[in-house]
């Protein structure tokens, strides 16, 4: 465990602990604490103006006690302190505009989804705008002329005013003597004028919020009490007071939460121990003979790493992040077999039965040449090979097992499963990911999404980091191009084009989400339709999620033994299909996708030596959002999956790209991981310091995880 960087009079050992006693105590008595603490707890309807209905709404903002709204902070501010007036504007220029309502009106655009609120605005030095809102229909039945409206927005060519926030006059209740206006986040039923109110009459008792930090901490990084941090972040006097608030309170959110991952993390090695399995041997030596190849330096280190894990008793608790096609089968293989060598099985689990099946098929070629036995395990198995495929696991006979999640089903026993490999880890559900940790020892997460790895250890903060940064040599990236929708003709020229060379491509259908059937309906005639347009002559396979398993697998060899020449296919393919051959891709209205989805998909192209390309087609850019474009642009820009999961973080924000809820991780309030990686990186320091401490950090770290409970968290 790395040493942490302690700041000045702050010397520390994680072992030493009688020392360390004191210096996590409470800066206030214990007694005193509680009953704060209770009024803390306090139901939000003991404030005034808040009955059962406004507590009712309040509830649906997950406002329930005085401490939940305390912690409710502004989104953002306006600043009345710095008014200006439409005629002093440029272009582009953004700025805060008091004015007065002329006329208002509801407009319609082509755009199908996109309705504007437009109104006339005189300004308090007379100049006139035309200020919009977009998608704020509702609106216009407040902005009644003669309504006095503080605006805040850009500027744009022709004299319109967008509205990014406004906040309406007299609302706010005397609160424009403040130079800086808080804006909440409100609803409908609860504007953020009545959480101005309520918070005001909250801050006195934001003073009793107990502080986890220990005062060394506090002092190391110059950071102010908690109630000190909540209070400026209501009522900041500059904008800098807001700022470091919130930093003040996201560190502290971010190192409980390395706390909860470290304490977690120490539990299972306390609890848990795995069998240790030597070293490497004649099995490790002949399967390194048998690959056509030479591994990577980062392939070995990856190997090192997990070898000296799997020495010891310790359960490994490792995740392997490499972008697709980095090469981690082959390490992934590796853990495996070191069970095998040492008289142990193993298991490689995929969150899909088309993954799981691709996987069966490199695994049991290699494994037949070195005599370990091998067994595949679905759920979709007809139930007397399932049956077959149980009880040659519980046998011994089987040594290697291959499957979804069928693996981890209670019926399932093992004589003696020692390494279990996770492929796409984060699809699996945090319940699926317990079983797993709970029954099996060794375990090897593995991600073609890869994070930084500040990051990673936030978010798989139970877990060793390994990483495949760079590709095999001798591999070309694959060329993306951005294709309107109009030019898709030469998209097929294209595709025609490589597979008159014999090569062979994948046409990847538009997303629809209403269902697996609609979507494999979807493909079906997609894949018809080409049969008889762009792809007449050729032979196209059709691939979709509503496939039965045996005919899945016979399209699938049918491909990569070249027997048909395209694949339509729905995102089914996104994973682990493997078809060197395969040198094209086009993606029919590709700004459906995801961005890690594109990627995905993108990299079942360029596993061979030939230049391979992704054609993404999409509706012409004028309709498409900034994100969109933004996404379509960064795949076309680079093949990085490291720099386009930063550009995901930028556009989605953490909580979807990173599957936070599902890695189990709580909801962040203050904290963003990925505006905050400086945070993260000091959080994970002190926490590694701090991992032993006993005293207000664990009340902090119970409610903090306090959801958790029913997932066993440690
Ligand atoms: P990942 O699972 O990371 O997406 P794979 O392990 O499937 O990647 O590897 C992608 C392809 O690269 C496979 O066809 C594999 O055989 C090949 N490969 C793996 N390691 C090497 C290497 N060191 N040199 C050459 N080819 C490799
Ligand atoms: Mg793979």
Redesign the pocket.
Known sequence: MAVPILGGALALSTSSRPALAGFAGLDQGAPKIRTRRADLDAHLETLRGVGPKVGERLARLGLRTIRDLAEHVPRDFLDWTKLTSFGQLRTGEEATVECVVQRVRVRPTRRRNLRLVEAAVTDTAGSRATALWFNQEWLAERLVPGTRVLVHGQLAAGGTFRVQQHEVAGDGGGLHTLGLVPLYPASEAVSTAKLRELTEQVLPRARWVPDALPAALRDGEAMPLRADALTAYHRPRRLDDARRARERLAFEELLLLQLGFLRRRRTLEQTAEAPALGEDGDLIRRYREI??????AE?EAAIAEIGRDLAGTKPMQRLLQ???????????LYAVLRAVEHGHQGALMAPTETLAEQHFM?VEGICGELRVRTVLLTSSLAAKEHAAAREALTSGEAQIAVGTHALIQAEVAFRSLAVAVV?EQHRFGVEQRRALGATIPHVLH?T?TPIPRTLAQTVYGDLDVTE?AH?????RPVVTRWVSHERSAEAYTRLRRHLNEGRQAYVVCPLVSESEAIEARAAEQEAERLRHAELRGFRVGCLHGKLRPAERRAIMDAFKRGESDALVATTVIEV?V?V?NATIMIVQEADRFGLAQLHQLR?RVG?GAEQSYCLLVSRPKEELTDEAKRRLQALVDTSDGFRLAEVDLELRGEGQLLGTRQAGIPDLKFASLARDRHLVVKARRWALDLVEVEGPLDDELERLFADEDHRGFA
Do not use: Y
């Open positions: 690959l056509p190849f030479s591994l990577t392939q490499g972008d697709v096609g980095s090469g981690k089968t082959v390490v992934a490199t492929d593995m073609a495949i590709p095999p040599k001798g591999r682990g493997d060197p990299g596993r």
